[in-house]
């Protein structure tokens, strides 16, 4: 699938053990090609490495919000799997407008 490498969002996937396997170019232009092939652990603060560990160990969803260099993120991390086996996680991380619209509903 080419056109994920050019999505304009940024993609991040880890395997089982949380080393980089696969990023996309918005990933490369965020956190270099050079976290390809190692653990995400030492990137994050402990508080973060924390949170790392409870998603691993639960392979839950996490969502949230950041502004980072005036850019306001959607950041959503979730469980991959090769058919049943838990393969690691992926993260999109999207760069939200200032005036995005938010619609309810029914």
């Known amino acids: 699938m080419k056109w994920i490498k050019k999505a304009p969002v940024a993609i991040t996937v880890t395997d089982r053990n949380g ?3 696969d990023m996309n170019e918005k990933s490369v232009e965020s956190f270099g ?8 652990y030492p990137c994050h603060s ?3 490495r924390l949170k790392i560990d ?4 639960n392979r ?3 969502a949230y919000t950041i502004e980072k260099n005036s850019a306001k993120k959607l950041i959503y991390q979730f469980p991959w799997y090769d ?5 690691g996680y992926v993260e999109l991380s999207i ?3 200032d005036d995005i619209p938010h619609f309810i509903r029914k």
């Open 83 to 87: 058919g049943d086996e838990f393969g």
């Open 54 to 57: 409870e998603l691993f160990k």
């Open 19 to 21: 080393v980089v396997i």
């Open 60 to 62: 839950s969803i996490n």
């Open 33 to 40: 090609k050079d976290v390809i092939g190692k653990s995400l």
């Open 95 to 97: 760069v939200l407008p």
């Open 46 to 48: 402990e508080k973060s």
